[in-house]
């Protein structure tokens, strides 16, 4: 076989993977809501069983609006104030993941919204960062290696994104590439945080804008040419700048920018198919621009609230769009390319980790 050929679901499986949309708390395990909620006495969980837990999750997010499927994030907020639950959730982040076949993941977080119990920043981000280390260490003994870096969110909306910027400047080599801002897009325009990424400029520091969700093309215009983005969180709506009423498409100013200069997608099909970006995954844009070759990346966002790991996301597109190695590929390396962290430690992981795997398990 070669990488032109299409995988297996086994094999998609067992492929290395990266991911840099991933929110933490998102992803919690239903089991794990339930006995932190028992512990601090948290009564408002719909029910105590995991499986229907998770199920209330996807389902109540299934909703096609982002501000509903943001207001799942209620529960599982609550049960992340204390710096045990957070490295509690951060260690089995990272476990979860490596046993996806993960290797390589930057997760967000707004630390702001884990201080409503008396919690400072610092020991929000501290507490993350340990959780990932241990479970990076606990994933080691199960024979899976992965990286996993934190990315530190300021809600666009709660007006203190420059709190979580200095922190990103703080523990920069300390286990945090970068900034991320995230919350709802409508009404809450990433030039409204400008000061704060002009900051991060002036500190060489890396960030990326949730932008082009549930907003449309000025949302990704302000994030690249106003604040600067390195990445488009999302940023589907990049769609909207293609004509495709002629023979072949024809991409308007802003879409031959963003493809131009490489600038990255985090597209995150399940999400957007919940929140309405999208109605079936055959009709994801991800299909189409990974033809007209913008640097996507594929990713997960939410674990638990679209049910969702790398591994399914992948088979989606296979079965979607008739994805073969070569496309799965294409995505890996995208993302570890368009990484926060240092050149020559994301060439490492692509030539020592992802391409010798990929060429093994395809010539199965």
Excluded at 116 to 139: C, F, R
Excluded at 164 to 179: I, T
Excluded at 227 to 256: M, N, Q, W, Y
């Amino acid at each position: 076989m070669s990488l032109s050929n299409k995988p297996s679901k086994d094999q998609v499986k067992r492929l290395p993977k990266a991911v840099l949309h991933d929110h933490l708390d998102g992803g919690l395990r239903p089991q794990t809501i339930i006995e932190i909620a028992e512990k601090i006495g948290y009564k408002k969980l719909p029910t105590n069983d995991p499986i229907a837990l998770g199920n209330w999750f996807e389902e109540s997010c299934n909703s096609h609006s982002l501000v509903r499927y943001l207001e799942t994030f209620s529960h599982t907020i609550a049960v992340m104030q204390t710096q045990e639950a957070i490295i509690q959730v951060a260690r089995e982040c990272a476990i979860d993941l490596a046993r996806d076949g993960v290797v390589y993941a930057e997760v967000r977080g707004a630390p702001e919204l884990f201080t409503e119990q008396g919690l400072s920043i610092d020991q929000v981000v501290e507490a993350t960062t340990e959780g990932y280390k241990q479970g990076m260490a606990e994933a080691a003994k199960e024979g899976k290696q992965i990286r996993v870096e934190s990315l530190l969110c300021g809600m666009r909306q709660a007006g203190r994104s420059q709190e979580a910027a200095e922190a990103v400047v703080k523990y920069r080599d300390k286990g945090v590439v970068g900034f991320d801002i995230a919350g709802p897009e409508d009404g809450f325009p990433p030039t409204k945080q400008l000061e704060t990424f002009e900051y991060l400029r002036r500190e060489n520091a890396h960030f990326t804008i949730h932008a082009g969700e549930a907003y449309g093309l000025p949302s990704i215009w302000e994030a690249i040419q106003i604040c600067g983005a390195e990445r488009l969180g999302h940023g589907v709506r990049i769609i909207d700048d293609i004509d495709f009423s002629g023979p072949t498409p024809k991409l308007g100013r802003l879409a031959s920018y963003v493809r131009d200069r490489r600038i990255p997608l985090e597209l995150c099909p399940t999400s957007n198919l919940q929140t309405g970006a999208a109605k079936t995954y055959k009709e994801h844009p991800i299909g189409v621009l990974a033809k007209l070759r913008f640097r996507i990346t594929l990713n997960t966002d939410n674990r638990l609230m679209s049910n969702t790991s790398m591994t399914h996301e992948m088979n989606q597109c296979v079965e979607a769009f008739d994805w073969k190695f070569v496309d799965l590929q294409r995505v890996t390396v995208n993302a570890l390319k368009s990484s926060f962290i240092p050149f020559e430690e994301r060439l490492e992981i692509i030539e020592k980790v992802v391409k010798p795997a990929y060429l093994a398990i395809a010539a199965e």
